[in-house]
């Protein structure tokens, strides 16, 4: 059983059944860490008290920015985004942080340098380096703005800053995860 198979949803209310136990002291000290702390009340600022749904993702995401007090972000972008990029810079500005954007393809690397397997001479995608010079930059928070899946998972790999990605790399569906998922769903439902 999991959670999608599990009719109780006990945890809904507050319970358990016997797949779901947690070490409860344990993550809630966890959650008592100053830090963890002021993530979690800041993240309910912008949800709780029916303001739900009432804000958009770059909206909270300003927000939030603001509540953290982080005084430098990162934006790790694709270049294919940069027009984008460009003009949420002064966008991020206004919250009174320093933003350091850094592109896909910082550091100039080819394909046939990042993977062993190719034979194409052009410029690769490096997000090692892309987190490495965000690193250097000691951004508190990296935004993450279309990057490509695996890049992706190695920049938060790599990266020791505080991560949220803003928007997900999907070219089929001018990046709508959902309308994505819906295609699928529809392809899947002709078969
Ligand atoms: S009660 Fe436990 S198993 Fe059921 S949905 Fe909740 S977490 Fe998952």
Redesign the pocket.
């Known amino acids: 059983m999991d ?1 999608i198979d ?1 009719k ?4 809904r209310k507050g319970g ?2 016997r ?2 136990e947690i070490n409860k002291e344990k993550t809630i000290s966890e959650y008592k860490n100053e830090e963890n702390q002021k993530i979690v009340q800041n993240a309910a600022i912008l949800v709780d008290n029916g303001r739900a749904g009432t804000l958009s993702r770059i909206q909270e995401l300003l927000e939030f920015i603001r509540l953290m007090k982080y005084q430098k972000i990162g934006l790790a972008y694709c270049y294919g985004l940069e027009n984008l990029v460009s003009q949420l810079l002064p966008v991020f500005r206004k919250t009174g942080a320093e933003v350091v954007p850094v592109s896909c393809t910082f550091g100039g690397l080819l394909q046939d340098e990042v993977n062993q397997e190719s034979r194409i001479h052009n410029v690769s995608c490096n997000p090692l380096s892309q987190a490495e010079k965000l690193n250097q930059e000691k951004v508190e928070l990296t935004i993450v703005i279309g990057l490509c899946l695996g890049h992706d998972i190695l920049l938060n790999r790599y990266l020791k800053s505080d991560v949220t990605t803003l928007l997900v790399k999907d070219r089929t569906v001018s990046h709508d995860v959902m309308k994505g998922i819906s295609k699928l769903f529809l392809e899947l439902n002709r078969q």
């Open positions: 959670c599990c109780a949803k006990s945890c358990k059944t797949i779901c």
